[in-house]
């Protein structure tokens, strides 16, 4: 367990992309005092939160279903294998121990002090957000024993439901506590989280409350559909705060990215270009399958499909592990296939906007569509249609603003997202939420998830695809329009995809005898994962 402890900093991606880097960490300059604050950590945890977060959704370009190798270049490896191993996206793992253990320092230093309580719930609420990551996609994971330092240098795995209901409970109070903060009138006050401070919310008490409840939400619909957590769900539904609401904003970090090494947008960074202007993808477009969502074979998007895609409707797309390919197989002269805009120096629309834009950490879409399944199973009270519709203008919305968030002339997401739904799909059970039938009312809200998801949070769009098999595949199918199963697939299960990822061999090394026992690529799942 040495990188539970030792602050190890994020390393290269294991499966062919270029990377996110910890941005803005002040603990790697050499120069700087041995010694901090909460003032201090607080602000860098979450500029990290976001670059790990990164990590996770460029670790799913590939095994999600969203881009594909190119043509002329080979040795893709176990990215078109699948054949991954325990060196395969231990970043992932590190990454979110080394930010806990920000979030834990910050909250060890501010318990019981109440000047500091909105510090402390905002340490819980991102050290939560960023454990269900690491729980969606290892499962049982160190928690109870973890980020205890010396203390205990082997801690014991937890169950992952165990942590889910913890990390339910921290929010829970987290939310009480900011509100209890708010109550306050007299000089005891605690003290306000400055603007400058605050790279996610701005210092705003309420969207963090929200966020915190959206991130709840998310929990518990994945636990609700679990037959053994079932009554545990219920009753925190229940319980769930409906009046502190839900985001209805897009939850971006932004701590003053901007055009420059190590400082620019880490989603930009992966997608569009480097601070030098060299384009970061060179050797990946998008899948069939994905564009299937957009150029009219399942759906027609053409208002995201030309923000998102250069070359749209006819980018240059592949099924990943396909080497049989044209010349033509290949990302846009000087460019990459996910950046719009003219030029490096030109920043635009879609999802790889500009270096300066905000870093999603979670969308108001996803929110949205959190709700509208809440909705239609009767976990909560309220219109799923409604919020379905809202899902997809939070999506439009989006993807037409520019990298200050800012909207774009000639660009009307809420005209582009009505003719969406009524000139292009108007008769689409994808598009148009259907009146009856809860799997086909499922099926459209995790759809259009997915596609809200698309190289933005491709981690948790597997893992909804995981979760409730939406969108749907056809097994083993040679069309990749139908699958997104890569065609050298080593995969043994009927849809040749993997289960989930292996614990990385340094817990093998240090952690030995805690380490679950028989967990495979293909085999073993995550406990939502009921499909």
Avoid at 133 to 149: M, T
Avoid at 349 to 368: H, M, T, Y
Wanted: hydrophobic share 40%.
């Amino acid at each position: 367990m040495k990188k539970i402890f030792n602050g190890l900093l994020i390393v290269a991606l294991a499966v062919g992309f270029t990377s996110c880097k910890k941005y803005l960490d002040i603990n790697e300059n050499p120069n700087s005092s041995t010694e901090s604050t909460p003032a201090l950590v607080l602000p860098q945890a979450i500029v990290n939160s976001a670059a790990v977060s990164q990590s996770y959704n460029s670790a799913y370009y590939f095994p999600g279903g969203f881009a594909a190798n190119i043509y002329g270049v080979g040795s893709y490896g176990a990215s078109v294998t699948y054949a991954y191993t325990a060196g395969s996206f231990t970043n992932l793992f590190s990454g979110v121990y080394n930010n806990a253990t920000d979030y834990q320092y910050v909250i060890d230093n501010t318990a019981g002090n109440s000047s500091l309580v909105y510090s402390n719930a905002i340490a819980r609420i991102m050290k939560s957000f960023m454990f269900s990551k690491l729980v969606d996609q290892y499962n049982d994971v160190p928690y109870s024993e973890a980020l205890k330092g010396s203390a205990i240098l082997t801690p014991k795995y937890d169950k992952a439901e165990d942590i889910y209901k913890d990390l339910v409970a921290q929010l829970t109070a987290s939310i009480k506590a900011i509100t209890d903060g708010q109550a306050v009138t007299s000089a005891n006050k605690p003290a306000v989280v400055a603007s400058s401070t605050d790279p996610l919310f701005k210092g705003d008490m309420n969207l963090w409350k929200k966020f915190a409840n959206t991130v709840k939400l998310r929990l518990l619909i994945k636990m609700a559909g679990v037959p053994a957590q079932s009554a545990y769900a219920t009753t925190e539904f229940a319980a769930l705060s409906t009046s502190v609401g839900f985001l209805e904003t897009d939850a971006l970090v932004n701590p003053g990215y901007l055009k420059e090494a190590n400082r620019q947008n880490p989603l930009y960074n992966s997608l569009a270009f480097g601070s030098d202007g060299v384009r970061s993808q060179a050797q990946a477009v998008p899948t069939i399958w994905i564009l299937t969502f957009y150029n009219g074979t399942k759906i027609s998007d053409q208002g995201r499909g030309y923000a998102i895609y250069r070359g749209f409707p006819s980018p240059a797309v592949n099924r990943l592990g396909e080497e049989n390919l044209p010349s033509t197989v290949v990302p846009p002269a000087g460019s990459t296939s996910w950046f719009t805009g003219t030029d490096a120096n030109t920043p635009y629309i879609g999802v790889a906007k500009g270096p300066a834009q905000g870093q999603p950490i979670l969308l108001a879409a996803e929110s949205r569509f959190l709700q509208a399944e809440a909705f239609a199973r009767g976990y909560l009270t309220g219109s799923a249609k409604t919020a379905f519709d809202e899902g997809i203008k939070a999506s439009f919305k989006y993807i037409y603003q520019d990298q200050a968030g800012a909207a774009i002339a000639g660009w009307d997401y809420l005209s582009e997202s009505a003719a969406y739904q009524t000139q292009e799909n108007p008769n689409n059970p994808l598009v148009n939420y259907p009146a009856t039938g809860l799997q086909a009312q499922i099926e459209a809200i995790i759809t259009q998830k997915y596609i809200a998801m698309n190289v933005i949070h491709c981690d948790e769009a597997f893992n909804e695809f995981k979760r409730t098999g939406f969108p749907k595949i056809v097994d083993g199918s040679s069309d990749g329009r139908l699958t997104f199963a890569s065609k050298q697939s080593q995969s043994t299960r009927p849809d040749k995809l993997i289960s989930r990822i292996l614990y990385p061999s340094q817990e093998y090394s240090y952690n030995p005898g805690n380490v679950p026992a028989g967990v495979t690529l293909f085999g073993s799942r995550i406990f939502w994962d009921l499909n």
